[in-house]
């Protein structure tokens, strides 16, 4: 009885520590292996974060991996002796899915580094900047994500009303720049208090959510949108989210003004001049920046440049077949787009310096992969000088080549709102590891 007894217990002893060696074993692995991509990431310089990112606290987190699992941009977050840590913090991009998925609230979100300082505009309680009648609303202020986007659009606009007392028709009350989720609420929010507003957007509506290639759209939390009611998206479509915003804005009779780039504000006496690159002048008496912090693509400022088969994003490159295209660029969204097409076309990729540097390893790798295979031609160190309808120049070091061209796909990165905020003359101060959130 007593030996059958040993021998349960023996049983059940050599079983859990079965489990546990292979628990130590898989840990050690995963320890290898992100130390290993930590390794790579502070190589290719993709280990510093560059804007917004997860802090952990150390003492706090429980390794449960929820941030990891939550992440949908993958190897941001790894597990390293148990314990969560940066991997690749450059690439990500501040949706805050970990800090909402941990079950401790072991991380706050931070922008910026001790070493690193990123430039946020000086922004007052009410959004107002340090130029009177300037407001601020979303990502451009720093906090990232789209509900407080869409918080921060309808606060900024209730502040913008209480200033408003006198009615003028010659002027605007006011103008929102920029129609992602900050702009499309503050719309909505001029919209509930009667006001007289325009709102400009340089591209076209829903700001940077539709312009990155995920097609899901991970939101946490439950966003009161104004005049529309309480909004729950989780891992939603980028398709759905736009249906919805689309909906709320033609229920409520507004036009977004799109495809108007502004290009600068002036103050003239009380009144702003809002300034088109379309060469409008638009009187107004406030302006609200929802810019977000992505910036306007950088054109090459080349002839034909203008010509529709000209673009600076790729949103479906499936629907791209049989074409000759060029894809302008170094970084990995020029890598990305040029590898999209190349099943279903004939693609060239175009860059300016000698070699391609700051990019994902597994882009090179495919890249490498692609011209092996004779399915990508890559042109260094060459300049696309004309654009016209049927064919594109490239200088190279031996001349200039003119190629056979149906589409141009142009991603020389981005003009900073930064520039555009100190034209404006709104202060701005480098901020070095600033918390934006750290409680749910
Ligand atoms: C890859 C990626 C994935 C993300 N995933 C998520 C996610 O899953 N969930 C989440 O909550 N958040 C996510 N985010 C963050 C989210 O997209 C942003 O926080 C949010 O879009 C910010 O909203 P915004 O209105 O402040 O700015 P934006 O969305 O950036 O909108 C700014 C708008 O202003 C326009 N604009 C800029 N300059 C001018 C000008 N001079 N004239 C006229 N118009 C101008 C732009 O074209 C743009 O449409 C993600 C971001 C990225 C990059």
């Not at 790579?40 to 917004?52: C, D, N, T, W």
């Not at 430039?119 to 994500?145: C, F, K, R």
Request: net charge positive.
């Amino acid at each position: 009885m007593i030996l059958e007894q040993i021998i349960i217990y023996a049983s059940v002893l050599l079983l859990v520590l079965i489990v546990l060696w292979f628990y130590i074993r898989l840990q050690k692995k995963t320890s290898k292996k992100t130390a290993e991509k930590i390794e790579i990431a502070k190589q290719i310089g993709m280990h510093e974060p560059v804007s917004l990112h997860p802090v952990i606290d150390l003492g706090t987190c429980i390794k449960s991996g929820a941030c990891i699992e939550a992440c949908p941009e993958k190897d941001i977050i790894g597990i390293v002796h148990g314990r969560a840590s940066l991997v690749n913090a450059a690439e990500c991009v501040g949706h805050g899915a970990c800090f909402h998925a941990c079950p401790v609230e072991a991380i706050s979100l931070v922008i910026g580094t001790e070493k690193r300082g990123v430039d946020l505009p000086h922004v007052s309680e009410n959004y107002e900047t340090n130029v009177q009648g300037i407001y601020i609303a979303g990502e451009l202020g720093g906090m990232g994500l789209i509900k407080n986007s869409v918080e921060q659009g309808e606060q900024a606009m209730n502040s913008i009303a209480l200033t408003l007392t006198k009615k003028n028709s010659d002027s605007y009350d006011v103008v929102i720049i920029g129609a992602g989720p900050a702009g499309i609420s503050a719309s909505l929010t001029a919209k509930k208090h009667g006001l007289k507003f325009l709102t400009l957007e340089q591209d076209s509506l829903g700001g940077t959510v539709f312009n990155f290639p995920r097609s899901k759209v991970v939101m946490t939390a439950p966003v009161e949108l104004p005049l529309h009611g309480k909004v729950r998206l989780f891992d939603t479509s980028k398709a759905e989210l736009l249906a919805l915003w689309n909906e709320a804005l033609s229920k409520n009779g507004i036009t977004i003004q799109e495809h108007t780039k502004v290009e600068g504000i002036q103050l003239d006496g009380d009144i702003f001049r809002v300034m088109t690159a379309k060469g409008e002048e638009i009187k107004t008496k406030n302006v609200l920046l929802a810019i977000g912090r992505r910036g306007s693509p950088r054109k090459l400022g080349v002839p034909g440049e203008g010509l529709e088969k000209v673009a600076y994003r790729l949103l479906e490159p499936e629907l791209v077949i049989g074409k000759n295209v060029v894809v302008v660029g170094g970084g990995d969204s020029a890598i990305e787009a040029a590898l999209s097409l190349v099943e279903q076309n004939t693609v060239v990729l175009s860059y300016r310096s000698d070699a391609f540097s700051r990019v994902k390893p597994k882009n090179r790798e495919k890249l490498d992969t692609a011209i092996a295979e004779g399915k990508i031609e890559v042109k260094l160190k060459s300049n696309v000088v004309k654009i016209d309808k049927e064919l594109v120049e490239l200088a190279e070091t031996g001349g200039t080549q003119a190629l056979k061209n149906d589409l141009v796909y142009i991603f020389a990165g981005g003009e900073l709102p930064t520039q555009f905020l100190q034209k404006t003359g709104v202060e701005i101060k480098k901020r070095f590891g600033y918390t934006v959130k750290k409680h749910r």
